[in-house]
């Protein structure tokens, strides 16, 4: 929770997802200046095992272990429900798209960094979608994830936001910052319930 946010007002909030072995310390270390400045809660789960569900966002540990954190979340914290995102790194930029697909009437936005593929055929809403990927990316070739998920998303009727920018399988803080900037300027998707 950022230290600036105001306890009565509502505020944004986003489901942060490691990559695969990765912790959810790594995230927060990443993440929390444009929590910080952006003023965003930041719920930031681990995956119950080394890397997120296989089911991608269909009734396994992980989500019935978001389930629960997320309703944790909205009983204790003001969560402005059309500024619910979701976000990850890798393996958790790919759950972060499915999840985010899947329940667009929850995730008004999604930003995914290096994700490695897209699945979720059964969308429900149309959130706006951020992609960045490093054009050296060894682990996960942009040609092979993040050119082809953008083409797919396009494809499907998504909005999609896509940076491509110098570097490998990372995070840079040029990168982050750029999703704040998209975060901010980017409406809520106008599907809510």
């Given at each position: 929770m950022p230290r600036s946010l105001p306890l009565d007002l509502p505020a944004p909030l986003?489901?942060?997802?490691?990559?695969?072995?990765?912790?959810?310390?790594?995230?927060?270390?990443?993440?929390?200046p444009l929590?910080?400045?952006?003023?965003i809660l930041l719920l930031i789960p681990e995956s119950r095992g080394p890397t997120w569900d296989d089911k991608m966002g269909r009734h396994g540990e992980d989500l019935a272990f978001i389930d629960g954190?997320?309703?944790?979340?909205f009983s204790r914290h003001a969560v402005a429900?059309?500024?619910?995102?979701v976000a990850g790194f890798s393996a958790g930029a790919s759950y972060a798209l499915a999840l985010g697909i899947l329940n667009g009437d929850l995730f008004s936005r999604?930003?995914?960094?290096?994700?490695?593929?897209?699945?979720?055929?059964?969308?429900?809403g149309v959130p706006a979608i951020f992609i960045a990927h490093g054009d050296q990316d060894l682990a996960l070739p942009v040609e092979e994830s993040g050119r082809r998920i953008v083409?797919?998303?396009?494809?499907?009727?998504?909005?999609?936001?896509?940076l491509e920018f110098s570097g490998g399988h990372s995070m840079p803080v040029e990168v982050v910052r750029?999703?704040?900037?998209?975060?901010?300027?980017t409406p809520p998707s106008v599907n809510l319930p």
């Amino acid at each position: 929770m950022p230290r600036s946010l105001p306890l009565d007002l509502p505020a944004p909030l986003m489901l942060l997802l490691h990559g695969s072995k990765g912790n959810a310390r790594q995230m927060l270390e990443v993440m929390q200046p444009l929590a910080e400045s952006e003023g965003i809660l930041l719920l930031i789960p681990e995956s119950r095992g080394p890397t997120w569900d296989d089911k991608m966002g269909r009734h396994g540990e992980d989500l019935a272990f978001i389930d629960g954190a997320l309703a944790h979340v909205f009983s204790r914290h003001a969560v402005a429900r059309e500024r619910i995102s979701v976000a990850g790194f890798s393996a958790g930029a790919s759950y972060a798209l499915a999840l985010g697909i899947l329940n667009g009437d929850l995730f008004s936005r999604i930003l995914a960094f290096s994700p490695a593929f897209v699945h979720a055929d059964e969308p429900r809403g149309v959130p706006a979608i951020f992609i960045a990927h490093g054009d050296q990316d060894l682990a996960l070739p942009v040609e092979e994830s993040g050119r082809r998920i953008v083409a797919e998303l396009r494809a499907a009727g998504f909005g999609v936001h896509y940076l491509e920018f110098s570097g490998g399988h990372s995070m840079p803080v040029e990168v982050v910052r750029a999703a704040a900037r998209w975060l901010r300027e980017t409406p809520p998707s106008v599907n809510l319930p």
